[in-house]
T-cell receptor
C-alpha cells in the first residue's frame, strides 16, 4: 500500500520568511496530492491540491510542486504570517479515493 | 451550503459500551470517508462508502468496528465493546461523485473511561 513520509515534523519560522514542507510517496499509481491545514481542535481544511499531470500550482502565498519521477511533492508558504501557524498534512491517493496522510508538520510563525 | 456535519462533537463511553458516530455529507456529495486521528498523530483511513455500499474497508479493524451509509440518513460508524485504545478523534469527509476533493467535518472526539 501507499506510504507517505513528511518532513520536518516541526518548523519554526520568523514572520515574513518562507516555509517549506516536503513529502515523499511510495505508490507510483498515486495521482492526486492534497495539502490540509489543521488548527488545534479543528477540522483539516484543504488549502491546495495538485494532480499528477501538473508540476506546480500556486494560490496567492501558497504553492505546491510535484516531481513524479522522484515521488516528491512540497508545500511552499511565502511571506508567512502568525495565522499560518498550524499543523500541515500532505496526502496522496489513487484516483480520488482514500487519502494516505503524512504524519504532519507543526508550523510555528513567530512575530 | 452546509458543510459536512458530524455528531456528537464529543462522546464519552465506558469500557465495554457501544459508540455510534454519525456523519451527514455535504449536499450533493455521495462519497463518505472515515478517518481516525490519535492524539498528536496524523489521520488514518478507515473506510470509504457510497450509498448502501462499502467501497474500501481496508483500514477498519477486523473486530468491533462497522460502518454503513444507508439510502436515507447519515453514515454511521459503530464501535462495539469500546476499549481505552479507541479514544481518538474520528473525522468524516465527503466528496461529490467524481474527481473532487474531500471536505472534512469537525470530528467526534471519543473518550473512553
Amino acid at each position: 500500500g501507499e506510504n507517505v513520509e513528511q518532513h520536518p515534523s516541526t518548523l519554526s519560522v520568523q514572520e515574513g520568511d518562507s516555509a517549506v514542507i516536503k513529502c515523499t510517496y511510495s505508490d507510483s499509481a498515486s495521482n492526486y496530492f492534497p495539502w490540509y491545514k489543521q488548527e488545534l481542535g479543528k477540522r483539516p481544511q484543504l488549502i491546495i491540491d495538485i494532480r499528477s499531470n501538473v508540476g506546480e500550482k500556486k494560490d496567492q502565498r501558497i504553492a505546491v510542486t510535484l516531481n513524479k519521477t522522484a515521488k516528491h511533492f512540497s508545500l511552499h508558504i511565502t511571506e508567512t504570517q502568525p495565522e499560518d501557524s498550524a499543523v500541515y498534512f500532505c496526502a496522496a491517493s489513487r484516483s480520488w479515493g482514500k487519502l494516505q496522510f503524512g504524519a504532519g508538520t507543526q508550523v510555528v510563525v513567530t512575530p | 451550503n452546509a458543510g459536512v456535519m458530524q455528531n456528537p462533537r464529543h462522546l464519552v463511553r465506558r469500557r465495554g459500551q457501544e459508540a455510534r458516530l454519525r456523519c451527514s455529507p455535504m449536499k450533493g456529495h455521495s462519497h463518505v470517508y472515515w478517518y481516525r486521528q490519535l492524539p498528536e498523530e496524523g489521520l488514518k483511513f478507515m473506510v470509504y462508502l457510497q450509498k448502501e455500499n462499502i467501497i474500501d474497508e481496508s483500514g477498519m479493524p477486523k473486530e468491533r468496528f462497522s460502518a454503513e451509509f444507508p439510502k436515507e440518513g447519515p453514515s454511521i460508524l459503530r464501535i462495539q465493546q469500546v476499549v481505552r485504545g479507541d479514544s481518538a478523534a474520528y473525522f468524516c469527509a465527503s466528496s461529490p461523485p467524481r474527481d473532487q476533493p474531500q471536505h472534512f467535518g469537525d470530528g467526534t472526539r471519543l473518550s473512553i473511561l
